[in-house]
Structures are given as C-alpha cells and as structure tokens.
C-alpha cells in the first residue's frame, strides 16, 4: 500500500514528481559537500583558513539565496511567499561572510559589534516569517492562544538551560564590555527565539507540506546550532576564522533549497484541514523539568526566577486549556442538545405538512392531563385527494395537503392537537371536550375545506368525510381511533362532505361484516349457494323471452341472505370470480336444456368488476359454452354501469367478449351516468333501466325514463326495464317504447324446479285503463338526439316541458363565447313573475352562473343569502336558480341550461338529473355542429337592450 508520499506525488504535475525524485541525491549531495568543505579545511593552511572558509560560505549563501527565490517565483503567490523569505534570509547571511571575507582580505579585525552583526539579525528575523508562511492548519483563537503560550514555555525553558549550562559562567567571566556581551548574548538568545518557533509552527504545518517542513526546520536548526556556537566560543574568546563549526552555516540554507524544491501545498487550501494544534502536555513537561532540574543544580536567584516564570507559564497555559476544553464541552453538550431536539422533533413531526405525527398523538394521549378529563377525537379523510394527486402530481398533492393542514391549524383551539395520520387523513385530539365542542370543530373544518385551494395555475376543491368519537376512562388511543375511523367511514358511506358521530352499533355492524365475508369464503367452498332465475319479457309478443340469473344463499343459521349483503362480502374477499364462474356455468347447463322446448329463449348473466378485468374471461366463457352446448347468441353478459368508468381497462374486457360472440348489457344503466359519446362507442347491445326510475312512474309522470328510452333507440340499443311491478308502470313502458320488461309483476326469481312452470305461467297483463304516460320528453330527446342542430322549435318545447315540470317561473338556454368574456341567452320560456328575454348578453363574470360552477354547485334555494353579492340576481329578487353547465368533449365550457324562480323551492333530484341529461345531449350535439348565430338584437344593440332589461327586471344571470 503507497505511503502518504507516494499520494502526493500523484496529486502533483509531473515537473514536481520529477523534482521530488531528485531530492534524494540532492541531500547525499549536501551532505557530500559538507565533509569536502571540512576536509578542505583540514588541510588549508592556518593563514587562509579563515579566508576560504567566508569565501566559500559567501558563495553557498548567495547561491542559496538564488536558487530559493527562482523557486519562490516557480511556486506562484501563495506557494512561494515561505521561501522568499528563506531566500532574503540567506541573502542577508551570505553579507555576514562577506563582509568577514574583507576584514580578512584587508587584514582588519573583525570587532564585536562590527558591520557583520547588522546582517545576521536580519537573516534571523526572516526566518520567522518563512516559517509562519508555510501552509498552516485550521486552529481557532484558543489554539493560536496556546500556541503562543507553549513556544513562550519551550524558549524560557531552552534559555534557562542555556543560561546555566552555558551562557551563565561564560558571561560572570567574559572581560568584554557590556555591549559586546550583549551583542554576543542575543546570537543564541535569537537563536533559541527562531528554533522555537520553528518546532511550534511544524504543529501546525498542513500534512501536503511536510517534506518541505522537514528541510526548513532541518536548515532552521543547523543555522542556530552555528551561531549558537559562534557566539559561545566568542563570548569564551576562543573563536577562530575557518573553525570547523561553520559546516552547520553551508549546509543550512542548502537545506532549505531542498525543501523548496519538495513544493508546498496551495495554502488557500490549508483551511481544509483542521485540528488540535497545541502541543501535548507531555512535550511541554520534558524542557520545564529539565531546566528545573538543572536551576536545582545550579541554584542562583536569576535561575529561581525563571523557574517561577516557566511554572506560571505552564499554569496559565493549562488553565488556558481547561477553559477552552470547558467551552468545547459546553459546546458539544448545546450541540448534543440541539440535535436532541431535532431528532426528537423529527420524530414527532410529520415531514410533509409539519404537523404533528402519530407518535406525537399517542404521546399527548398518554398524557396526564388527558386521562384526567373527556376526550374527543375528530378523524378527518380528503375526499378527492387521490384526483388531485393523479392529475397535478404529487408535489402538487403535498401542496393540498401543506395547505389542509393550515386550515385545520386555524379551525381549533390551542390546546387540541392536529396530527396527520398518513395519506390524506388528518386527526384531531381535543382534551376537556365533548361531543358538543367535538361537533363544532367537525364544523368549522368541513367549511373551511369548502373554499378552494390554489395551487400554482389552477384551483383545486375537496371535501372532507369526518368521523367523532369520544375517548373512555381507559384512555386507549386505539380504541378512540378505531371509532372515529368507523364513524369517518360511515360518512363517507353517506356521500362525504359531513361528520358522522360514533355509534356501537356501527362497530357491531363492522364484526358482523367481518364474519359475514369469512362465512362467504367456507360457502363458496362448500357450494352453498344456488341459482335463481326471473323472467323478461317482451313487450310486443307479451312471451317471456328471456331468464335472468340471479344467485341466492340459504345460509344455515341465517336463513336467506339479500344478494346486496353477501356480494360486496364475496367482492372484497375476491372469491367473487369463484362465485361469478359458478353461476355461469350452472346458468348455462340449465338453459342449454330449457332451449329445447324453448329454442328463443336466452339467459343474462351478471359480471362483477373483478371478473370482467380478468385477463382469462373470455376462453373462460369460450369453454363452458362449448362444454354446455349453449350458443354464444344465447347467452347475455351484464355489466353495472358504475364499472364503466375504467375506461381502458374496461375497453379491452369488452373487447375480449365481443370477439367470443356474446351479447353484452348494461346493467343499472342512468345510475353511472355515462356519456352519450361513450355508449356509441361500447360494444353492448342491450340497456337495462334501473327500477328507481321505474318508481317514477307511480308520481304520474317520469320525463326522464322516457327520455333515457328515446336515447337508447337513437343510439340503436335495446331497452330492458327492471323492477317493475304494477300494471301502471308496465302501460308507461309499453306506451314510451320501451322493449322488454321484467320484474315481480311477472314473477319473482324462481329455483331451477319451478322455472317450467315459470315459463307456461308468465304473461302479460290485460293493461285495459291503465294507459295515462306521456311521451312528450320522448319524443323531444329523438328530435335533439337525431338532429345536427337543436331546431329552436325542439328547443322552446324542451324549455316549456321544463319548466312545466320543476314549477320555475322561468327556464332557458345560454351560450358562452370560447374567451369566457360574456353570456348570451339564446332561448327562453317565462311561465312566472320572473321574465328573461332573449339575445340579452351579460359579462360572464357577473353572471350567478358562474359562481354556482366555481362552487360546484347546480342548484340553490337560498340565493339571496349564499350569492348576495351577485348585483343581477339581487336586482331581479332571484332566491331559487339552477343553472347545469354545457361544455364540449374536452371540457370548454359552451353554455348553460339555467332555470330560476322569485320563491324558494326545492327541486327535485329527477327534475335535476333530467336537466343534465338535456345538457350532455346539446353538448355533443354542438360539439358536432356549433350553434346558430343568436336570434336575438344585433350586437350593436345589445347595450341597450341590457340596459332596458335591467330597468324592467328581467335580467338574465
């Protein structure tokens, strides 16, 4: 594995690999030079030895000095500032010698001070900022502090050695005068201050510098050790010229060159190395027990003086590092805290709105202040979140819930707790409430979510379905969950948008569920279940044509169970597909046999979602017909309209029984509401109507029926009507078209053993009297469904029977330009008080139209309260209004079909329903052809004709 030099040396350009290989011969060279340069000397005769040996330190000096400040200049700025210093440093010494090079030459003395003591000051004092310049580590205040401290301890205890091992007899016995002495002194003095700082910085050298430390202080140390001896042998009068000391002074700055050449790290860079730069302990106790010790054994009142200054020194610098390692501590200790807090935060925090999680609500549940008093759990779930998140993304999703939970935050008291619980479901827990304060909350929550959200460009809506429950003495956060979670699923049960307060009951019903579907599960496996068939008939032979197959399940202890509790049980449990291909086995057995006394006869056989998305349907159905023997044109497949709404998915199931050859029904059909475009484009044949819009008929009139059977005729489909059960129901049927019925008025679903007899009984009744429908909506959808244009005739007849039916005092149909600048009543029938002419144009936005569409809303009986601030609806005393947008396939808004009324009043859900109907065919009518130009004034006029409206009270809104 490479050392930390091999790194470096891959880290660096390929001159400075080339140059740190070099480095090697370059110190034998060095060292090489040295001993020549002190063999030279042992042979030189004593008269020029002092010459060749200035001379020659002269020239090593000023060829130093050269080569550093070639090699500062190389290094750039920052690398070659440490080493124009070193190159000034020896440009100062090689003076030194020069000028003991003239004393020798001129024969002169070399006194103390001299001209040579000015230049070796400088060298010294340059070394020190070399030294500094080197790339440093990272340190903070209190290191720079101790590092002061610790080069003031390491110098006072070098000096006080010095002073008794060397300095101290020499200068009580030296007969120089004061000046020399003390010129003398500070040589080694000066010496020490430099090699102190020289080891202190080498702390705090960046580890890509250290080659280059290693030659600097190793030149630093053989520069002091010569002038230490120097001023030694000076002070004792035994110095010489040539002495074989001066060997420490030519190697010293050649060193230096070579760490030059060993290169320096960026020092911009040092700052990404941090750490301790203080010296251990350990370090600084070696020098002060030394020079202790040797005060001990030299005792003087100068050396008991410096060892009352180390120790102080060593005291304040310790005191200095317990006060930093007290502030890290308190530091790390904030920190530790800090974090702490955050992770305890993190974990009590939900990430996505910044409420609280559901640890957080089992922590304030479990709390004593909770315990000790009532309390309420409000459970709320978004209704229509996973639209938003389908259609916007899920960034815009977490938006809605960001905002959701800012509403929540502002719809209950400071001591509740908002939490969400995961997905779109939000909790509240509120201490010392009941189920009043409960129900208030619930309140002020529910309308709060009724204001859209805006989120980027465009505006969402969502409802909310809410569940209360009270908490126990047990205070069992679970258990409170679990209710409120039944009772939230209640309301949504109910059509969201409501609270829902628990109730044990519903928890019974939920164990009931939950042994009903394990039930189903062992009577599926056990083939508990049997078929039943009812009869359809043909209204215009008035002969049964055709059997339904309906399964039924004499439970052993239960007794009957109704088909709408086992098959939701048998659907969420999945053994529906078990089921669904039981019963069209056994349906198709039985009617391959009845077909031979029957041969017309057919079977319908219901699908569930869950059969119909199973990729292995149709050879399913392709093998128990061939085993059977039943034709494919016998047999009818029923699919509930509500499963219709996946649409591709259900496009390819369709597909896979359209290629097999059966025919296909759609069950429940004006339930699901299905676009007209869609049922052109479904393979089914057959509609079957659903019984609540038989049921219609007993009230006298049932304009949506008729309509719902005109437009199936138009779009060549069959019509079966279900559930019927009186003769008055069946004339309404047979009068409007429809052509086949079944229900208990023929008979009610038999056992396999009673179907012969079934089928020699079943007749149609004598209908005599009972004839007394309408086809008046009949004959209205035919004419709309079949034209290119709504005529204005069919238009004005649509508006009569309209308004006719829902009481209003006025109806009409609006068009809206395609830039939603303005509205334009195109045909009106006024029956009441109220009047809106026709051709009369408002700005779409002060329209009650639009503001009922912002909201969601078809039809309002409180007008004047809700939309007070719409001024045409105030002026024209409006209280009632619906208004049912018209809008193209890809959802442009194009006009409205509105009726209002002076008098408040409650319509209908049929009168709504059929209104909607009339609107889905104008719209695919005019998204087949646009509508004529307005019969109304001409634009020019319009103004005024507004104008003239408002003043006579009959405003169009």
Known sequence: MPGPAARIDRDSPPASRTRQRRSTPSWLAVLIGAGAYVAALAVTPDSLRSEVSNGVTTAVMSASAVALWRLAARRGPAGGRPWRFAAASALSASLIFAVWLIYDVVGATVGVPSLADIPFFFAVLLMMPAALALPQRASSRGDRMRLVLDGAIIAASLLAISWHVLLGDTLRNVTTGPLQTLVLTAYPLADVTVVSVALLIATRIHPHSRRAVLFLAGGVLALAAGDSVYGYLSLSGSWSGGHPATVLWVIGYPMMVLGARAGTYDASKARDVAADTSLPVAVLVVPVVLALAVTLAHFSPEGLAAAVVLVGLLLVRQTSSLCTEMRLRAGLEQEVAAQTEALRLQAYQDPVTGLGNRALLRDHAASPEMRAGSTAMVLLDLDGFKEVNDSLGHASGDDLLLRVGDRLGGCVRAQDTVVRLGGDEFAVLLPDAGMNSAGIAADRILRALRDPFALDWTEVRVRGSIGIALGDASGDLDLLLRNADLAMYEAKARGGDQACVFDPRMHDRLKDRMQLENEVRDAVARRQFTVYYQPIVDTASGEVCGLEALVRWDHPERGVVPPFEFLPAAEKTGVITELGAFVLRTACEQMSRWRTDWPELTVAVNLSQRQLLDPDLGPAVTA??????????????????????????????????????????????????????????????????????????????????????????????????????????????????????????????????????????????DLGQTRRSSTAFSSLVSEIAGADVAPDRTMKALLRELTALSGLDTTFFTTIDRDLTEQVTRSTHNAGAMTIEEGLTVAWGDTLCRRMIEDDVLHSSEVSRVYSGVEAARALGIETYVSVPIRHADGTLVGTLCGASAEPRQLDNAVLELMQLFAQVLSERMDASPPAATNGPSPASRDRHAAAAVHAGSVPS
């Open 624 to 765: 128990i017909l061939a085993e059977t023997g039943l034709p494919t044109h016998a047999l009818h497949l029923e699919v509930t309209e509500t499963v219709l709404a996946a649409e591709a998915e259900i496009n390819r199931a369709l597909e896979r029984l359209t290629a097999v050859g059966v025919c296909l029904s759609i069950d429940d059909f004006g339930t699901g509401h299905s676009s007209l475009s869609r049922l052109r484009q479904l393979p089914a044949q057959r509609l079957k109507i659903d019984k609540s819009f038989i049921a219609e008929i007993d009230a006298g009139e049932a304009p949506l029926l008729s309509s719902i059977i005109a437009l199936a005729h138009s779009l060549g489909r069959t019509v079966v009507a279900e559930g019927v059960e009186t003769p008055e129901q069946l004339a309404f049927l047979v009068d409007n078209g429809c052509d086949e019925v079944q229900g208990y008025l023929f008979s009610r679903p038999v056992p396999e053993a009673h179907v012969v007899a079934m089928l020699f009984g079943t007749r149609m009744p």
